[in-house]
């Protein structure tokens, strides 16, 4: 029987981070930061071994300027699901924003090359943007544009690809 209790319990935990983690969600939708990384820093606590509260812990860190936090929170997330292609996304914006051009790059190539990814376009069109950061003008231009073919109302790929022309 014991061994019944202790499946229970660990069902209870799961459902206890979910728990969390969707408060932790509604908080954002209110715009208020702060409960909602009370509630995701529960949520990581309770389940650490799910990579969606660590991801979502380091995007929101990575939103309140805690850079090396977030990138601890996001390279983790990556090490518990390394198929997590969103999850490469997230780093790589997270190391743009460090200026790390170069990791950020490889960080959007891995997740282009996984078929979880859910949004290409974003990811090309931040590709573009790092990789003029890093003045390689051509490969940046054929990202925008990809970006831009996948989502015609993509502005800001438009306002990059900018740059890119006059750079």
Sequence with gaps: MTFG????NVQV?????????????SYLNDKQPV????????AVTVNPTEPR???????????LGQIPQALAELKKALELDPRFAD?????????????SWEDAVKSYHTAIGLPTLTV????????????????????AETALRYAISLNPELQAAYYHLGLVLVG
């Design 35 to 42: 409960p909602a990384l009370v509630a995701f820093r529960e």
């Design 5 to 8: 209790c202790a499946t229970s």
């Design 87 to 99: 999850g490469y996304f997230h780093l790589g914006v997270a190391l743009a924003e460090s200026r």
């Design 13 to 25: 935990e799961k459902i206890r981070a979910q728990a969390a983690y969707e408060r932790g969600l």
């Design 120 to 139: 290409p376009d974003l990811v090309h069109s931040s590709l573009g943007m790092a990789l003029y950061n890093l003045k390689r003008y051509r490969e």
């Design 53 to 63: 509260y660590r991801d979502s812990l380091g995007l929101l860190l990575l939103d």
